[in-house]
């Protein structure tokens, strides 16, 4: 199976700051990685697709990038609503699998 | 709107079984492969198994496979998880899931709610 590591596992961040999430696979994926927002009592949400595609209706602020084993997730200006739990995804191969998740809370 | 409702989850014995259900509106549900993912208490998300379109393609994450088994009913515009052989570990919140395949690559682009499983004696 391939494993995602996400790293960091948590971090603090203030509104109007540029954070960066970044993604490694075990093994390579190409670009077959997608990224999700979870926030507590919701469904997650796709933010990036295909490692750098944004989803429609998700704001420029989120970007994405990278391919074969490393990825990064950047969310520019950072806004009270992207507090959140963060994650990778590889659909590469089966068994599909997730990143352990990033949480941003408020510094 | 595209709309996944999951239902069928509850208090279950270890051992015992269980059959979750998804019904889709909102989209043409014979185009598109689906997915159930879970997420235990405090813990993130798991993948747990997929179906293509047809029922062609079927995959397993390996902590269930044996012991769930999905499955859809295009004409009801409906997915199954029937979970037997339940353990503690499969408590989890199931979220139904809508598969989008753009130019090959593959990605979960709707998310239901989820059903809650709680597996205890």
């Known amino acids: 199976d391939i494993q995602m590591t996400q790293s960091p596992s948590s971090l603090s961040a203030s509104v109007g700051d540029t954070v960066t999430i970044t993604c490694r696979a075990s093994?390579?994926?190409?670009?077959?990685l997608n990224w999700y927002q979870h926030k507590p009592g919701k469904a997650p949400k796709l933010l990036i697709y295909?490692?750098?595609i944004l989803q429609s209706g998700v704001p420029s602020r989120f970007s994405g990038s990278g391919s074969g084993t490393d990825f990064t997730l950047t969310i520019s200006s950072l806004q009270p609503e992207d507090f959140a739990i963060y994650y990778c995804?590889?659909?590469?191969?089966?068994?599909?699998?997730f990143g352990q998740g990033t949480k941003v809370d408020i510094k | 709107e595209v709309q996944l409702v999951e239902s069928g989850g509850g208090l279950i014995q270890p051992g015992r079984s269980l059959r979750l259900s998804c019904a889709a509106s909102?989209?043409?549900?014979?185009?598109?492969?689906m997915h159930w993912v879970r997420q235990a208490p405090g813990k993130g998300l798991e993948w747990v198994s997929g179906?293509?379109?047809?029922?062609?393609?079927?995959d397993y994450a390996d902590s269930v496979k044996g012991r769930f088994t999905i499955s859809r009913d295009n004409a009801k515009n409906s997915l199954y998880l029937q979970m037997n052989s339940l353990r503690v570990e499969d408590m989890a919140l199931y979220y139904c899931?809508?598969?989008?395949?753009?130019?090959?690559?593959?990605?979960?682009?709707?998310w239901g709610q989820g059903t809650l499983v709680t597996v205890s004696s």
């Open positions: 899931v809508k598969e989008r395949i753009v130019s090959g690559y593959y990605t979960l682009d709707y």
């Open positions: 909102g989209f043409t549900f014979d185009d598109y492969g």
């Open positions: 179906i293509s379109w047809n029922s062609g393609r079927i």
């Open positions: 093994q390579t994926i190409s670009s077959f």
């Open positions: 295909t490692a750098s």
């Open positions: 995804q590889q659909s590469y191969s089966s068994p599909w699998t």
